[in-house]
């Protein structure tokens, strides 16, 4: 799989926008981005995936470079429940890589009141 | 279930017993997936489970792990023989697959210690 690269860490204020930035230079053409989330003491909960174009759903947007090699996750108002560790994931849906998400460090979210 | 259901939420074992960790998917997902995560470490994917076909096993650490997943639903995961270095967060997800692709759901895992 296609390895991404993040920020270790980024801070937010309460309510503010959050842009959550992710490089995979390598990506390959059947390669779909996935972002997950990780709360402190729980397990990882889906955030939301992406191919080519944009994305929006209830918890996030995804925002897909033309050239695909970056993407952005953005959360429209950040509340505190959103600090969380932010992985961003490739992986292929169709053939030989389809199957298991290969988690990196991610980019832990602070979120300041 | 609404969820994925693991048991037991904690399991304490002595260095050399063997232990079982189960879960239960959510109905209709046909992918099954383990992973487990040391503390104040990244998850670690030790196997997956896609309908009928045969588990991509290519994460399990040692021969001293294995799964099954019986009927295309629960699964099992086995440690024998438990050492230290086991002691870990086991997390399980399901999956519907293809179009009906909607993300990993994981339980709330399986906190492992072994003294």
């Known amino acids: 799989d296609a390895k991404t690269t993040q920020p270790n860490s980024m801070e937010s204020n309460e309510e503010e926008p959050v842009h959550l930035p992710c490089n995979h230079s390598?990506?390959?053409?059947?390669?779909?981005i996935h972002w997950y989330r990780q709360l402190p003491s729980q397990g990882p909960e889906y955030v939301i995936h992406?191919?080519?174009s944009n994305v929006n759903n209830r918890m996030a947007s995804l925002a897909i470079a033309e050239d695909r090699k970056s993407s952005t996750l953005i959360l429209h108002r950040a509340t505190l429940r959103d600090a969380a560790v932010y992985y961003c994931i490739l992986r292929g849906f169709y053939g030989g890589s389809q199957g298991n998400l290969i988690f990196g460090k991610g980019t832990k979210l602070s979120v300041k009141p | 279930g609404a969820g994925v259901s693991q048991s037991p939420s904690n399991k304490v074992t002595e260095k050399g017993k063997d232990v079982e960790l189960r879960c239960d998917p959510i109905?209709?997902?046909?992918?099954l997936y383990w992973y487990r995560q040391s503390l104040g470490q990244g998850l670690e994917f030790l196997i997956y489970f896609q309908g009928n076909s045969a588990p991509d096993k290519s994460g399990l650490p040692s021969d001293r792990f294995s799964a099954e997943r019986t009927g295309g639903s629960v699964s099992t995961l086995t440690i024998q023989r438990t050492q230290q270095e086991d002691s870990a967060v086991y997390l399980c997800?399901?999956?519907?697959?293809?179009?009906?692709?909607?993300?990993?759901?994981f339980g709330s895992g399986t906190r492992l210690t072994v003294v």
């Open positions: 992406g191919l080519t």
């Open positions: 109905s209709g997902h046909t992918a």
């Open positions: 997800a399901s999956s519907s697959a293809g179009e009906k692709y909607y993300g990993y759901t």
């Open positions: 390598t990506i390959s053409g059947t390669d779909y």
